[in-house]
T-cell receptor, first 114, second 114 residues
Framework: EAQVTQNPRYLITVTGKKLTVTCSQN?????MSWYRQDPGLGLRQIYY???????DKGDVPEGYKVSRKEKRNFPLILESPSPNQTSLYFC?????????????FGPGTRLTVT | DQQVKQNSPSLSVQEGRISILNCDYT??????FLWYKKYPAEGPTFLIS?????DKNEDGRFTVFLNKSAKHLSLHIVPSQPGDSAVYFC?????????????FGKGTKLTVNP
């Protein structure tokens, strides 16, 4: 079964305490992305990765880091979380082929930074 | 500057009738357009995509129409079912030599009444 998994699903932390949200996909997709969803703002892309060791900034990259050491994993790192990073985060993997595009999302991670 | 706009925050339709969700975009360089469905507490679910070189793509009850001259796309759901009640996002992708930046609209909440 095609799947994107994220962990943890819920996280409450304090300002400045480094955290990592993991993301893994089993579809051998080259593309992976991170998004955040905030009320009234929809989904905004944080970072994306076109392949192993290839990453690029999305629309709202400030305060985040990513790495892509393996094709299946794309962790999101918050070195020093702040309250404005309280949000719902989604990881996704995707592929473009044969004139079509498909993207699959993980279940989401709800992060609260106090 | 919002590149992808969903001007209707909500839509209510009777079961069995057609649901039409609309989306406008400003950048004529987008290569793909996508529709997603999102239930509360779940990640977005990919529904259907269309390449910018096509004007229609159909998958079961879902059909997406693209009008490039008007920079407008729409998702038709026929017949609508109560289980279709969710928030629908349209998104646009520009495929620039392997880079992937996906821009989302803010969503339209569809309610299908029994």
């Amino acid at each position: 079964e095609a799947q994107v998994t994220q962990n943890p699903r819920y996280l409450i932390t304090v300002t400045g305490k480094k955290l990592t949200v993991t993301c893994s996909q089993n579809m051998n997709h080259e593309y992976m992305s991170w998004y955040r969803q905030d009320p009234g703002l929809g989904l905004r892309q944080i970072y994306y990765s076109m392949n192993v060791e290839v990453t690029d900034k999305g629309d709202v990259p400030e305060g985040y880091k990513v790495s892509r050491k393996e094709k299946r994993n794309f962790p999101l790192i918050l070195e020093s979380p702040s309250p404005n990073q309280t949000s719902l985060y989604f990881c996704a993997s995707s592929r473009i082929g044969a004139g079509a595009y498909e993207q699959y999302f993980g279940p989401g991670t709800r992060l609260t930074v106090t | 500057d919002q590149q992808v706009k969903q001007n209707s925050p909500s839509l209510s339709v009777q079961e069995g009738r057609i649901s039409i969700l609309n989306c406008d975009y400003t950048n004529s360089m987008f290569d793909y357009f996508l529709w997603y469905k999102k239930y509360p507490a779940e990640g977005p679910t990919f529904l259907i995509s269309i390449s910018s070189i096509k004007d229609k793509n159909e998958d079961g009850r879902f059909t997406v129409f693209l009008n490039k001259s008007a920079k407008h796309l729409s998702l038709h759901i026929v017949p609508s079912q109560p289980g279709d009640s969710a928030v629908y996002f349209c998104a646009a992708l520009r495929d620039q030599g392997g880079s992937e930046k996906l821009v989302f609209g803010k969503g339209t909440k569809l309610t299908v009444n029994p």
